[in-house]
């Protein structure tokens, strides 16, 4: 069954700091760019960040620059997001997504997790 898992969210408080998991199962996964989105309320979906799955180059998209970091492990099938300096504007259910590239368009993947819930607040 092919599934991607998503973990790691949860309460912090600003400047504060989580690292977000993406496990997935059932596909090939080295064979695919992993791509982290996010949607707060109210507001589309939008780009933070994505791992290629060639050469592991990766990518920040304006939300993720500078304050994210992108890894992934393929042994454990495993992309992890680590936030830091984390703010309000932050605030949004995290996705991770398999697709053939990075990009910031979501209509170019082919997988998605079920979301993780990342809330900034004091």
Request: one cysteine or more; aromatic letters at 14%; glycine letters at 12%.
């Amino acid at each position: 069954q092919l599934q991607l898992v998503e973990s790691g969210g949860g309460l912090v408080q600003p400047g504060g700091s989580l690292r977000l998991s993406c496990t997935a199962s059932g596909f090939t996964f080295e064979h695919f760019a992993i791509g982290w989105f996010r949607q707060a309320p109210g507001k589309e979906r939008e780009g933070v960040s994505c791992i290629s799955s060639s050469d592991g180059s990766t990518f920040y998209y304006d939300s993720a620059k500078g304050r994210f970091t992108i890894s992934r492990d393929n042994a454990k099938n495993t992309v992890y997001l680590q936030m830091n300096s984390l703010k309000s504007a932050d605030t949004a259910a995290y996705y991770c997504a398999a697709g053939p590239l990075c990009t910031d368009y979501d209509g170019i993947y082919d997988y998605w997790g079920q979301g993780t819930q990342v809330t900034v607040s004091s």
